[in-house]
């Protein structure tokens, strides 16, 4: 008798499990959770070896895509062998209009070193090279990378300095952040 009981509890659990999933996810599927989500990661490191500031950003290659033929009205085809020549040139171009790091209050020029693809995702190193500084009070970021595409894109940034580590959510309506150290 108690087989009978677990094999029919568990066949109709089974069955109100399934239930509820498809009660739940039915509604959601008509307001549009397949929304498209739009983030960037960037993570920036002081290296006291090397007095400089190195930077690691990522972003989705099918956001950076539509954003260059958009921007600079180019046809990049971005991690093909068909990619354009010159296509770091217009990434650097665009990162250095839209992407500004501050070292105690005052812009900084950082290089492009070049990028990489890992899956769907274009992963850019930056350095700022050879600080001369004697102490680093504070380093701000402001990351409006993808905002002219993408209202709702939001920009991770983690920094990482002397053991200070933070991490901020930039959006289009607050896309500053300032570390103090």
Known sequence: MLVIFEKYYSSRMHQIKRLLLFIYVLPLLGFGIYHEFYVSVTDINYSEENKSIQMISRYFVDDMEKL????????????????????????????????????????????FIGKEYDVDVMKCYLEIPNLKLKKIADISVQSRVLFDIFPEQQNIVHMNFNDEQKSFMLVKENDKAMLKL
Do not use: C, Q
């Open 68 to 111: 260059l033929k958009e921007r600079y009205r180019i046809s990049p085809k971005l991690m093909s062998k068909n990619e354009l020549d010159n296509a770091n040139f217009y990434i650097e171009k665009y990162l250095h209009d839209k992407f500004i790091v501050s070292v105690n209050g005052e812009p900084t020029d950082f290089k």
